[in-house]
Structures are given as C-alpha cells and as structure tokens.
C-alpha cells in the first residue's frame, strides 16, 4: 500500500511516498481503509525533530494520528464496530491508504466521513483542555481560536455555558462568532481589547496558537495557574501550566462522545490535499492560520 513517511528529521521536505505491507490490528484495535487523515501541528513538530528529546520517534517512521475510514479488520476484543462500518479516530501512520486505529467512534449520520477526519486530534485536545482549567462558568479566552483546536474548544466550551472570547486575524472574524465566540484581535493591546469585551473580567485562558502571548494571558486573568498552553513549554517558567496531553478521565472515547451529543458540531475543512501532496499539509499547517482543519485524502 501507499504510505507517507520520513527518514530523517527535517522540514516538509524530508516526506516521501512509500510502498509498504499494511498494518494489522492488534488487541484491542481496528485497521481502517483510511477516507481522509487529518494534519495537526504535532505531526510537524515531531518530523522536525522538535520533539525528539522527549518523544523520539525510531526512523523511517509514518505520520499522522487522525483518520476516518472504513473498517477492514477488528482485533480481538472489538465488538462495537465490524467491517464496513465508517468511523473516525486516533491512531498511528494514518497518511497511509490503510491505518491502525486505537480509539474511535462511529460517524454520525449527516456528517462527511472526509471532515470527520480531522475530528481525532482537536476534539480529544480541546476536551482535555477545558477539562485541566475545570471552568463550570465564566468567561474563557482562546488565543489562537480559528484552527482546528480552538474550533473544537469554542463549540465545546459554549455548550457547556461559557463564555468565550476568541483572537484570531480580523478576516477570521465572523468565521469565530458563527461558531458562538466574541472575536477579539491578536497582537499589541491584547489586554485592553478583552477588557473592552469582558470589563467583569476573564475566568481562564488557553494559548493554542504560542504566538508569544502567555504574558498578556495572565496579566488578563490575573493568575498564572488558570492559563493552560499546547503551544509554548516556556509558560511554566512563568507559572501557567504546558498541557503535554496525557490521559483525562474517560479518554479520547468520551471527548468524541461529547462532541457527538451536539447537534450541530463541526470542524470545517479549509482545504484537501492527495496524499502525494503531504509535505504541502504540513507545510501550510505550520504557517499556523489555518482556519478548520487541512486533511488529506488517499
């Protein structure tokens, strides 16, 4: 089968096409004829070799953690889903015409199985997130807001009664007050603009995008501890928190279970690339003002 990987860490560049044998499932795992794979900023980081002192990752080595598909083979232990079934997930080399799956969810009527393979990721991070800032109420201010994550997290956060301000670019706007949010520009006087929008104050706040803004994020909410970043380690130095994923009660199984009891959940794709075409993705992911989710497409 078709597969994209790299051997050697390095830019977009170090991708390449390969024929390998397909992936098997094991215990507890699914194997899916991969419809569409979603490209997050994790990907990039651990080709780089960004993460490789803390996340090495044994070369040549495949890419890619979000999938849909349909599946073609259940390990032992699987009885939610059998062969045929299209479902979307996590897992392992999923830029790959076939991919292993370790947690995943039946796609919901009504939804394209090609956006739903951007779902994985985003939904598990933004769930985890506002699980670790544990707001009942309030306000919550999202920097970086339009990608894949912060669309997740807005429509999660609303659903569950907050509040929330999101910065973005202006064109990007509109884009954040559809999915429920008050949108806010980034950049200097980032301060005074969420007071403008929020004078009673910002309960929490979390920094997707690392745009060098944990700073003003507590100046904002007054408290180190109630700001939580993905995208800059340098906060703990500062007294934040660095969310490095790690397990929430109930897992990935139970952020998807919440995204799926909106009714209207979304995370729309800016645009799709063929699988040759993957060191584009990753490329225009790291550009970093994606709005939605980039996939990719065998």
Not at 43 to 60: C, N, Q, V
Not at 120 to 126: D, H, L, R
Not at 218 to 246: H, K
Request: proline share 7%; no cysteine.
């Amino acid at each position: 089968m078709r597969a994209v990987q790299f051997s050697t860490y390095g830019g977009p560049d170090v991708l390449e096409m390969v024929d390998t044998e397909p992936p098997h499932a094991g215990p507890g795992e699914i194997v899916v004829e991969v419809i569409s794979a979603g490209i997050n900023q994790i990907d990039a980081k651990i080709r780089s070799g960004a993460m490789a002192s803390t996340r090495p990752t044994p070369l040549p080595a495949g890419t890619g953690v979000d999938a849909a598909g349909t599946v073609v083979e259940t390990g032992e232990g699987i009885t939610d889903v059998s062969p045929g079934d299209v479902v979307f997930g996590t897992g392992r080399n999923t830029l790959a015409e076939r991919a292993v799956l370790t947690r995943w969810a039946l796609v919901p009527e009504g939804v394209e199985a090609v956006e739903a393979g951007g779902w994985g990721v985003p939904v598990e991070t933004a769930s985890r997130l506002l699980a670790a800032l544990g707001l009942d109420q309030g306000t919550l201010l999202v920097s970086g807001a339009s990608g894949g994550v912060g669309t997740a997290v807005i429509q999660l956060a609303v659903a569950r009664g907050l509040r929330v301000i999101g910065t973005a670019s202006e064109k990007n706007h509109a884009y954040l007050a559809e999915l429920g949010a008050v949108p806010v520009a980034y950049g200097p006087g980032l301060s005074e603009r969420v007071k403008g929008v929020a004078p009673g104050g910002v309960d929490g706040a979390l920094d997707i995008s690392g745009a060098g803004v944990i700073g003003d994020l507590i100046a904002i909410t007054a408290d180190p501890s109630r700001v939580i970043t993905i995208a800059d380690p340098t906060a703990e130095s500062f007294g934040a928190r660095f969310s490095r994923g790690g397990a929430r009660p109930g897992g990935p199984g139970a952020a998807f279970s919440e995204a799926l009891s909106l009714p209207r959940f979304t995370l729309p794709i800016e645009h799709t690339f063929p699988l040759e075409e993957a060191g584009d993705a990753h490329r225009r992911a790291e550009d970093g003002h994606t709005v939605g989710k980039l996939v990719v497409i065998p």
